[in-house]
Nanobody, 119 residues
Framework: QVQLVESGGGLVQAGGSLRLSCAAT????????MGWYRQAPGKQRELVAT???????NYADSVKGRFTISRDNAKNTVWLQMNNLKPEDTAVYYC?????????????WGQGTQVTVSS
């Protein structure tokens, strides 16, 4: 069982920065693919960024060059550094864990943290 707790959201002006954190409980963190997703009002949840156990990263086109995902396996933590924020980045941001199991992956979600970017 994995529990994910996000923090670091808030209100920021356009052009500003925020750093989201996601602390995970449970063993085997280093084997998990970790990710950040977001959901804006009236829209579907979308991928923001992922980082694999081998430190390979993937970003949505809309955040490339502005956001950076990173992890520290010793701390069971993944971060999302968000720079040059835009009003369209406003959303609830969710931490996601894909845990390898025998028949595939088990998926876990955090409770979400609100990010609001004012123009």
């Amino acid at each position: 069982q994995v529990q994910l707790v996000e923090s670091g959201g808030g209100l920021v002006q356009a052009g500003g920065s925020l750093r989201l954190s996601c602390a995970a409980t449970g063993s085997g963190f280093s084997r998990n693919t970790m990710g950040w997703y977001r959901q804006a009002p009236g829209k579907q949840r979308e991928l923001v960024a992922t980082i694999t156990s081998g430190m390979s990263t993937n970003y949505a086109d809309s955040v490339k060059g502005r956001f950076t995902i990173s992890r520290d396996n010793a701390k069971n933590t993944v971060w999302l550094q968000m720079n040059n924020l835009k009003p369209e980045d406003t959303a609830v941001y969710y931490c996601n864990a894909k845990v390898p199991v025998i028949l595939g992956n088990a998926i876990y979600w955090g409770q979400g943290t609100q990010v609001t970017v004012s123009s």
